[in-house]
């Protein structure tokens, strides 16, 4: 059976969403980030009945996962986001992951990589990370990344879910290639304001030199 057709069901855990202009789904950026404006751009947000991934790119090349929870009750707010300027990094098997510092078990989960791996390669990844450390968000989100060793039956059960993640990782890699080469011209245009700006203060300090002369 084809995803759509599950989704039509209503058996399927995730729906797309539409982008959020305005940074990505639970990540709050670090400081440093804005005033370097290097602050991710989302490019993928997938939304199902426990909680949410979302998934940007900035214009250093880095690609940020974010999963969240909506589950309502202890620590909701530390579920819903990660705010960086305060995260732990975990540098795991799988890649580098952070989370909130209270109670990191029950946090939001935000994994960072390089644009240019394979969707297959990062869903690797996340499923070592996360054998390797426990996180409550992630579990009800992506069931299928194995925290503890899972049932044939089970290992079934959520095969499509996976495979339609993966399907959506592989388009937004397109799209982070793309956004890439936009994000790139901008930070040439940028840097060619600024050299033209360095350029016109020169002039202007020479031009007061010869007028004091």
Known sequence: ?????????????????ET?????????????EKKEHTVSREVMHLKS????????????????????SDKEGELKEDRKEVHMDTAKHHKLKGGHFYTNTHKEQKSALVYKEKVEKQPALLMKRMKQALKEKENEPAKEVVPFFPQTEQGV????????????LEKNLEKTREKLQKMMKKLQLEEEGIQFLLVKEEELEKKEGEGEEDTKS
């Open 1 to 17: 059976m084809e995803y759509q057709v599950y989704q039509k069901n209503s058996n399927a855990r995730f729906r797309e969403r």
């Open 20 to 32: 959020s202009k305005e940074g990505i789904k639970g990540y709050v950026e670090r400081e440093k």
């Open 49 to 68: 009945g426990k909680g949410e991934i979302a998934v940007g790119v900035n214009r250093k090349g880095e690609v940020t996962l974010v999963i969240s």
């Open 153 to 164: 039956e089970e290992e079934k059960r959520w095969k499509k879910e996976e495979q339609y």
